[in-house]
């Protein structure tokens, strides 16, 4: 055994998901405790049998991209036209890799599809609207669209398209996840249908490296919330930078969730970093939250 391996074998993975921050229902607790809770032990199966980080985030995100309870994959939100546009991001803290997809509307897994770019030799970081619905066509992991619509979605389509109110309460799903590996290595994911009724072509915060996640050697990072405040103070940077200056990833999620309230956003996220120790903080009423920590204890949970 190399000394490098046994250095290796002292570090314990960590991981924790969320399922996005808003005033979820009574009656909907346990569906989004559930859907974390079994991501979450996707992703830690990954770790523990030796894995990346990078695969068991984008594990993770799978599972919550096919669990319809939430803005994600299937289930999405559709836009002002009635069609999702998908956002997602991965990131590899280790080597500042990333592939951040926008506006997908043929694809299932749209961090399925970050994570093919990410590994694609020579590509862009990022793309959007049609380039990535032609990107999910060139790797064969396209669908009709019409197949990523949920009943429910389109009831909620049909009141926003006849002028009703959907906003209210604030309504989200985005998913995320962040991991330390048995290497050290650190790695983020998130993805996201956005909002409901959005702008065709309306980017959030979810695909913006910085914004909707960050990944570095030092710390990873997902959010989730109001978009356009997430995206005017770099969050998931932000919570990073804190991180990296000292800050215990519970201060620095705190710290940055405070931010946005004072420039009249809400939202929530996920920290953790290279020692294993995480943090999460949000300002809505819920976030469906779960993680295994250094010691392989499982906690879920949904208010602050
Ligand atoms: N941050 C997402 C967006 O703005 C939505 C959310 O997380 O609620 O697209």
Redesign the pocket.
């Known amino acids: 055994m190399t000394s490098n391996h046994s250095s290796h074998e002292s570090i314990k993975p960590v991981i924790i998901v969320h399922g996005?921050?808003?005033s979820i229902p009574d009656s909907l607790k346990l569906r989004h405790l559930n859907g974390v809770t079994k991501a979450v032990k996707a992703g830690y199966q990954i770790l523990v049998e030796h894995g990346s980080a990078l695969d068991a985030v984008e594990r993770a995100v799978v599972c919550m991209e096919e669990d319809p309870i939430f803005?994600a994959g299937v289930g999405s939100f559709l836009n002002e036209e009635g069609y999702v546009e998908l956002?997602a991001l991965i990131m590899d803290g280790n080597t500042l890799n990333a592939g951040a997809i926008g506006a997908v509307s043929n694809c299932r897994n749209p961090i399925i599809l970050a994570r093919m770019l990410l590994e694609e030799d020579n590509s862009p970081i990022m793309l959007v609207g049609q380039g990535a619905d032609k990107f999910a066509e060139k790797m064969k992991i396209n669908t009709d669209p019409k197949d990523l619509i949920i009943p429910r979605e389109q009831k909620r389509w049909e009141k926003g398209n006849k002028g009703e109110d959907i906003f209210s309460p604030n309504t989200?799903?985005?998913v995320g996840a962040v991991a330390l590996d048995e290497k050290g290595h650190l790695a983020s994911a998130t993805s996201?249908g956005?909002?409901p009724y959005k702008m065709v072509g309306r980017l959030?915060?979810?695909p913006i490296i910085g914004s909707?996640g960050y990944a570095s050697e030092v710390a990873a990072v997902s959010?989730?919330?109001?978009?356009?405040s997430?995206m005017k103070l770099n969050a998931a940077k932000l919570a990073t930078d804190l991180i990296e200056q000292g800050y215990p990833p519970q201060d620095a999620a705190k710290a940055v969730i405070e931010k946005i309230s004072d420039i009249n956003g809400y939202?929530g996220i996920i920290t953790v970093d290279r020692l294993g120790r995480i943090g999460y903080f949000f300002s809505t009423t819920r976030m469906a939250y779960a993680y295994i920590s250094k010691e392989g204890k499982l906690v879920s949970g949904i208010d602050m």
């Open positions: 996005g921050a808003w803005d956002d989200s799903g985005t996201t956005g909002s959030g915060d979810s909707g959010s989730t919330g109001h978009g356009e997430f939202g």
